[in-house]
């Protein structure tokens, strides 16, 4: 049995898509943020990553975590390439070298595109896009994905998707990591074919199910 711990105004949006795109029930659990709550102790407080019944699942107190049959994932990435093997068919790799190229994409997305894109995130959640140490950020942040950004605009010229010639993983964790950049257009609109692609990956039924789903969540 597979049970997903976190709401998805969270990095939980990306096992939710994967095991939305798989059709394997799951048990959700939207276990909150405890900072986004004044009082995370409180006895009417919602499940959250301070509960102690939560942090004897993961010790680190934060979500997304997923159990499957004893096994307990902590980190978001880890977990959609994970499912994509076990449940996903064609969503993980077929062989050694998509599998190479699989890891290699989630691995840009976790080290090279994440960062920068939530720093984008966070600078227009907090309202501060338009002041001067915000454009500051924005711009720092649109510097580093420039880089990443070009790798991948080079890759997906002439193709629909990163790996195989098919939707896979490797879609859904840059797409998710990219999606934070999203709130400041100019970060993508230089890349075309990454504007393209990311189009195409957030107009799936799983990802739109996921938004719908998220919006649903107290904000
Ligand atoms: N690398 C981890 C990061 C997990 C993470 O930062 N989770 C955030 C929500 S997206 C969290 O739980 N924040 C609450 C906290 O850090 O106290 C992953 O990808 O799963």
Known sequence: MITLYGCLRSRASRPWWLLTEAGVEFTHEP?????????????DAPFNTASPAFLTINPQGQIPALEDDGLVLTE?????????????GDLGPRDLAEEGEVLQW???????????????????????ADS??????????????????????????GRDWLVGGRFTVADLALAECLRYAQPHPPA????????????????????????????????
Do not use: N
Not at 143 to 152: D, F, H, N, Y
């Open 31 to 43: 276990v909150m943020q405890a900072y986004r709550l004044p009082d995370p102790a409180a006895a």
């Open 76 to 88: 978001s990435l880890a977990m959609t390439l994970y499912l994509a093997r076990k449940y996903g």
């Open 106 to 128: 989630a691995f840009l997305a976790g080290t090279a595109v994440e960062a920068p894109a939530l720093d984008i995130l966070f600078t227009y959640v907090r309202g501060e």
């Open 132 to 157: 001067e140490g915000g454009k500051g950020k924005i711009a720092a942040s649109v510097t580093a994905l420039a880089r990443p950004l070009a790798r991948i605009e080079a890759h997906l010229k």
């Open 188 to 219: 993508l609109a230089p890349f075309e074919a990454v504007s393209d692609w990311l189009a195409r990956c957030q107009a799936r039924p799983a990802f739109q199910a996921m938004v719908q789903a998220r919006s649903a969540e107290p904000a």
